[in-house]
């Protein structure tokens, strides 16, 4: 029983198409992440989202929207891709209460290729 | 602006030996580090972490020490095993306020020896 999981693995798509990504927690988190690891492999974080506030890296360019129907599930939409665009993404949860740890689990990541 | 630097893009080190590594930071606000394990095809798992109120902290084969003067922290793994060789990232954050973001460092591969 995968704690986050995200589908699809593997997404190959052509320059300027919209695609999504999907997000889902079973561990009743109430704040999920998405992140980006480019080619340098660093691992930067692009929105933490709970059912208060939406927290977005001011680099991430606003073609990349986080959509969440419900607080198990934070999907990642990306409109008008580019060749950069391409990287591994990796969604994350984790609670936020008072004392609360302050881990972040993460999915298995998705491998997006633009060609 | 890397806020957090792992130097080290790799490391070697022979089973049962110790491994050794490093992570600095330039934001004196952090005051919560974590380490994750990567490995190929997978997501970051959680390993160990440290409050930046204490200056170690020890599970099982792994410990972490924070240098808050020098802003460095370390991961050390004695004996090491084969099974340690992963990509380890470093990663920070500011507690206070509504933020929960990690900032991370680019990583170091460790590659455990038979």
Known sequence: DTAVSQTPKYLVTQMGNDKSIKC??????DTMYWYKQD????????FSYNNKELIINETVPNRFSPKSPDK????LHINSLELGDSAVYFCASSHTGHGATKRQYFGPGTRLTVT | DQQVKQNSP??????????ILNCDY??????????????????PTFLISISSIKDKNEDGRF?????????????????SQPGDSAVYFCAARVSSGSARQLTFGSGTQLTVLP
């Open chain 1, 24 to 29: 889902e927690q079973n561990l009743g988190h």
């Open chain 1, 39 to 46: 080619s340098k492999k660093f691992l930067k974080i692009m």
């Open chain 1, 72 to 75: 198990a599930h934070l999907n």
């Open chain 2, 10 to 19: 790799s490391l070697s080190v022979q089973e049962g030996r110790i491994s």
């Open chain 2, 26 to 43: 330039t934001n004196s606000m952090f005051d919560y580090f974590l380490w994750y394990k990567k490995y190929p095809a997978e997501g």
């Open chain 2, 63 to 79: 410990t972490v020490f924070l240098n808050k003067s020098a802003k460095h922290l370390s991961l050390h793994i004695v004996p």
